[in-house]
């Protein structure tokens, strides 16, 4: 998948923030059922922004009167980001079909796995160093697709997966870990979807 353009990654931001303000149910095509994801990275971005804000009005208060205006561009700024961010992993679920399913990250980059390939699923909490699409540290066979560091699911596939990154050699997959909010759920979604159950 190529990078996204700055342009691009702000319109798909803003229009998934105003989505989310508007209350918009998240719709997806044809017979798709999604697995949602990230609930504790958002937590943890609400509770810094929070305190970003108070942390803002005492600054506000020692920042001289002619770069006020400024400050406060700045912090409307940094929170639609943060806020936007937010609201870009919240629509953009895990996908499932009868034949592949999609690990997307919201703003960062997306792995499709074909459901014939997967050989078992299972809750599995653990850490992976940075975000989105990347190679396991500990492992040469190993990839996670994930907005944070933290995973909580991983697949075991029965045969390599070819997976190609932004920069540096493609890797064979033998084992994929990723996040889902609900993992015992979202495990049972993705093995009924094995069995043929991937229509609601």
Sequence with gaps: MPRRSALTWTNTMLRDLAAWLARKPVTHPGAHRAIRHSADSRTIIWSITAADLVASVVVDAMVPAAYRLLHLAWVVVSVVMTVGFCAMTARTPHLIDDHTLYLRTGPFRALAIPLDQIQTVRAAHGMTPSHGLRRSLDEDDA??????????????????????????DPTLARRVYFTADRPAEAAEVIRGAMRGEARP
Excluded: D, I
């Design 143 to 168: 990839v996670a697709c994930s907005v944070s560091s933290a995973t909580t699911m991983a697949l075991e596939l029965a045969e390599p997966l070819p997976v190609q990154f932004r920069k540096g």
